[in-house]
């Protein structure tokens, strides 16, 4: 059986209880600078989204932005529906 080592034959250094300690306390300070990150982040977001322009949210056909919907039926009602061409 062939076995693939990923090292360049370097001894492997184990950590101590004091690396742990230091690591935790580093991950306490990195874990207070994210929340303040994650405020910043936020509130440029925020004023970002404040700053858009406003659109109109109601599903409107842009070709007919002029009509009526009067109007709209007689054309649909002229043009759209079907008429019987058998009828003599």
Request: charged content about 25%; hydrophobic content about 30%.
């Amino acid at each position: 059986m062939e076995t693939i080592i990923w090292t360049k034959n370097e001894k492997i250094e184990k950590s101590t209880q004091m690396d742990r300690a230091k690591y935790l306390s580093l991950k306490e300070i990195n874990s207070n600078e994210k929340i303040v990150n994650n405020f910043n982040k936020r509130s440029v977001v925020n004023d970002k989204l404040n700053e858009r322009y406003l659109t109109n949210q109601v599903s409107q056909n842009p070709f007919f932005v002029n009509n009526n919907y009067v109007n709209d039926l007689n054309i649909r009602n002229e043009f759209l529906i079907p008429k019987n061409s058998n009828f003599n």
